[in-house]
């Protein structure tokens, strides 16, 4: 069974950093597009990032560029969302997705909780 868990959200003063992780569990990981998406309350879900099956080639949102970096470790499993500069509207629940390079299948993860207050 797939399992793609994320973890490393939580709350954070606005300018600071966090780290979010996404394992991912029986899957061919190296096939695998993954990005992380977001959902703020009464918003659409929209993409944040995204990082090729092999890597290093990456696509971010305008909103996160200079920002937040997304990297993958294959030899784990997972990757990663470094979040620096954080502000209030990063404030939303974040997703990774996997999307099989060659079917197009895809899987989304629990979501972990991103909060940037005072």
């Not at 709350?11 to 991912?24: H, N, T, W």
């Not at 996997?98 to 197009?104: D, H």
Request: charged residues 15%; contains cysteine.
């Amino acid at each position: 069974q797939v399992q793609l868990v994320e973890s490393g959200g939580g709350l954070v003063q606005p300018g600071g950093s966090l780290r979010l992780s996404c394992a991912a569990s029986a899957i061919t990981f190296s096939w695998y597009t993954m990005s992380w998406y977001r959902q703020a309350p009464g918003k659409e879900r929209e993409l944040v990032a995204a990082i090729a099956s092999t890597g290093p080639a990456t696509n971010y949102a305008d909103s996160v560029k200079g920002r937040f970096t997304i990297s993958r470790d294959n030899a784990k499993n997972t990757v990663y969302l470094q979040m620096n500069s954080l502000q209030a509207a990063d404030t939303a629940v974040y997703y990774c997705k996997a999307t099989n390079r060659f079917t197009q299948n895809h899987f989304w993860g629990q979501g972990t909780q991103v909060t940037v207050s005072l």
